[in-house]
């Protein structure tokens, strides 16, 4: 209340944007725009008959894309709780979109945890939307109009948002790095974790998630880094450190132990090879 100098029982509406100012912003995020379609098109199709709207917003809580039936559209714009509006916590106080981007988590705000008096009789489920660089793009957001909704009903409906948003966030991720190989790690939760890796095995993509499990740069370029010493953090060996342990294995197998012959069949140096056999574990007299 003190920090946005908002009153609870103020009844001003969400700020709505100019028609041709929201066309611009939704140019501006025109390709997250069309790889959310799909999805939140799914995501309408198994909430509409509960009395659902689904909102998209860019990182500041404007609406940029919504979905709800014909019959629920008037209450909901009534509401405020339509493309062109604006549900950032410095606006409206606690809600589903803003602070889930002010909190930069999935949140559920139900009825009267809304700091806004006119706003209680919402139900509002929100998850935050990586782009493929870390950056927060915006939030995924369900919200009823329903006076029966109940909280374990909108438990269910937080882990579709969620579920979606994470789609999204992939779909972004993959269509940023197409020609890298795409690997799926053990992140936070329900979180999507991924990374991008090139042909030479060098790191050059993670999600947001990915970032925080593998302790790198939140957001922004990543520095170049062997992926295997990524992965090689996680608990136990996954990923390239056992695709390599399995090649270097093969190798001594092939040459009786022999290191020298071993080394030249992988292409490295016999100092190089004795580091990898420490570092993966293996001990050559039992090999």
Not at 45 to 70: H, K, P, Y
Not at 101 to 115: M, P
Not at 215 to 240: H, N, T, V, W, Y
Request: hydrophobic share 35%.
């Amino acid at each position: 209340m003190h920090k946005h100098g908002l009153d609870p029982a103020g009844k001003r509406q969400a700020e709505q944007l100019e028609s041709y100012k929201l066309v611009r912003k939704q140019d501006e995020l025109g390709h997250m725009l069309s790889v959310a379609t799909p999805p939140l098109d799914s995501l309408h199709s198994m909430v509409v008959s509960s009395g659902c709207t689904v909102l998209l917003s860019d990182a500041d809580g404007l609406v940029l894309q919504q979905r709800c039936s014909g019959n629920d559209e008037t209450i909901f714009q009534e509401w405020g709780l339509c493309a062109g509006s604006t549900w950032n916590e410095s606006v409206e106080g606690t809600n589903g979109i803003g602070t889930c981007l002010a909190e930069e988590r999935r949140v559920t705000i139900h009825r009267d945890q809304h700091f806004h008096t006119k706003n209680i009789a919402m139900s509002c489920m929100g998850s935050p939307i990586y782009g493929p660089r870390g950056e927060l793009l915006g939030a995924l957001d369900v919200s009823s109009a329903r006076a029966d909704q109940t909280e374990s009903f909108n438990r269910l409906i937080s882990a579709m948002v969620s579920q979606t948003a994470n789609i999204i966030e992939s779909e972004l991720f993959k269509e940023t790095f197409p020609k890298d190989r795409i690997v799926m790690t053990h992140g936070a939760g329900d979180a999507v974790s991924l990374i991008a890796v090139d042909g030479d095995d060098i790191l050059v993509g993670a999600t947001r998630a990915a970032r925080i499990a593998f302790e790198l740069e939140k957001s922004g370029p990543l520095k170049a880094c062997p992926a295997s010493d990524i992965l090689g953090k996680q608990s136990g060996r996954s990923g390239f450190a056992k695709a390599e342990r399995a090649v270097v294995l093969r190798a001594l197998a092939r040459t009786n132990g022999n290191m020298t012959k071993a080394a030249q069949a992988l292409g490295i140096g016999r100092a190089t090879l004795y580091r990898r056999l420490k570092k993966l574990d293996i001990d050559n007299q039992s090999s």
